[in-house]
């Protein structure tokens, strides 16, 4: 094995720490700005903003995004009562931030959040109804009913 086939190796190696660096650095900021936690500390779901969009994670996965602060923050506080009411304490934190944006948007529909919330609860329950199947707390254990061609 030669010197330069080792520095040839060595460059390689180094520009691809470098572009993959460079791919981190360019890769949208996510800023976390919710969670919700069991007592064992679990997080069972959450809520970051990546590019401008707001994006509710929940047991691992993106469970939705939206443009709205209100829509999102919403969907936390109900999955956080949804485990409430099953006896599962739970803890909710989330940004001022967040809160604030929540708020202003609310404001803007001449509502408070707290209205706000209920009227999307009540679009929610609304949407449940029309898709059964639909409304179903994440993570609950369904099965999936499968058509078989005649």
Do not use: C, F
């Not at 981190?24 to 969009?53: F, K, M, T, Y």
């Not at 099953?86 to 959040?113: F, H, I, P």
Request: aromatic share 2%.
């Amino acid at each position: 094995m030669s010197i330069q086939s080792k520095a040839r190796r060595e460059a390689k190696k180094r520009k691809a720490i470098k572009a993959r660096n460079q791919t981190q650095i360019n890769a949208p900021a996510i800023e976390p700005h919710a969670e919700l936690r069991n007592p064992q500390g679990e997080l069972l779901a959450g809520i970051v903003r990546r590019s401008g969009v707001w994006v509710l994670g929940m047991h691992g996965q993106i469970a939705g995004s939206s443009d709205s602060a209100a829509e999102v923050l919403a969907m936390l506080k109900r999955a956080a009562a949804l485990h409430e009411a099953q006896g599962q304490a739970v803890r909710l934190v989330y940004s001022d931030e967040l809160r604030d944006t929540a708020e202003l948007e609310a404001a803007a529909q001449g509502m408070s959040l707290e209205d706000y919330e209920k009227k999307l609860e009540e679009e929610m329950r609304a949407n449940s109804a029309a898709d059964p199947g639909e409304g179903e707390p994440a993570g609950g254990n369904t099965e999936d009913s499968q058509q078989t061609p005649d």
